[in-house]
């Protein structure tokens, strides 16, 4: 295994289902499994068995039809979940449980009422008895991000012991700074011991908008393993998006870390992820939002159209938007309104070019954009008439 590759974990069909009103029917929850494992992502969490008959019937399924990536399946550190689902991937070609407890004071006090010793006997027992089903177990410290580095460390420490295979510093409530996140990384990196034997997880929520820096700041720190969903759908504020974090590491850090994502299907899964969960992206939503590759600035269509990278660090087609946009509105300066009419067949003289914007200026005033149609018909009207 490469130190250098860093693994995509993609929990959309579990944690960004959780999101209220975008409950997934299984055929859905097939197609995008489908989706995904083309996507390249490393491991899908399918879903949480236990929580619900249908659950575990989803989760079945997506294990039978997966090829390529890891399927894997939510836990808490009680046997009959893991039992679940352990039953539940019995026909996934790489499956993958995933379990673990809260090891913030928070969470021990409030939650499970309960001292140090026995989260940590709590988390062996889940790992040992993961362990009897599957080769991959994948321990989750919940509220790791509010949790004590030396009480974290050490509870890494027992359940590598007990067969962890990786490691997941949940930031539960999207509680820390990057600097902070990165550093509780680093802690554990530095001060389990036996941590060769495990794989450092991020899984960074967005409560304070700082899930993508968290997890790029943990990557960098030492995690290989990135936790997200498509569009950064989740509870509450949503979870880290994937298409930013593969994007941040192929344009800023590729001469450190790879993905396998194949990025030129990022904005068309994006797109049948909104579709079938009813969760519209906003357009200002970075690298897949309809905006993300528009201008309507005139200073920044001219820089575009003279040289894309003025104004664009990412190639459209290397997330799969066909090209860049010139959206013309009141904004537009002259050079956008000759782009736009060009490419609707009408090659504009410098005389004709002005007695269009003119005209053009007076209709983009009275409406948000100007459409190809709306173009056509003021040049008709007011240039080749």
Known sequence: MSSNKVFIFDTTLRDGEQVPGCKLKQSQ???LAELLDQLGVDIIEAGFPISSPGDFQSVSEVAKIVKNATVCGLSRSVE???KAAADALVHAKKPRIHTGIGTSENHMKFKFNCGPEEIIRRAVAAVKYAKSFVEDVEFFAEDAGRSDNAFLAKVCEEVIKAGATVLNIPDTTGYCLP???GAKI??????????????LSTHCHNDLGLAT?????????GARQVECTINGVGERAGNTSLEEVVMILKQKLSDQYYTDINTKLLKPTSERVSFEMGMPVQANKAIVGD?????????HQDGVI?????YEIIDPLDVGVPKSSIILTARSGRAALAFRAKEIGYNLTKDEL???????????????EVRDNDLEKLLKQKVFA
């Open 29 to 31: 929850k097939l197609e």
């Open 80 to 82: 009959k979940d893991i």
């Open 179 to 181: 600097d902070e996140y």
């Open 186 to 199: 680093k802690y554990l990196a530095e001060n389990v011991k036996g941590i060769h034997k495990a794989v």
């Open 213 to 221: 820096a968290n997890s790029i700041a943990g990557v960098i720190s």
């Open 291 to 299: 905006n993300a590759f528009a201008h309507s600035s005139g200073i």
């Open 306 to 310: 003279k040289n894309r990278e003025t």
């Open 354 to 368: 002005d007695i269009a914007y003119q005209s053009f200026l007076i209709l983009a005033d009275a409406q948000k």
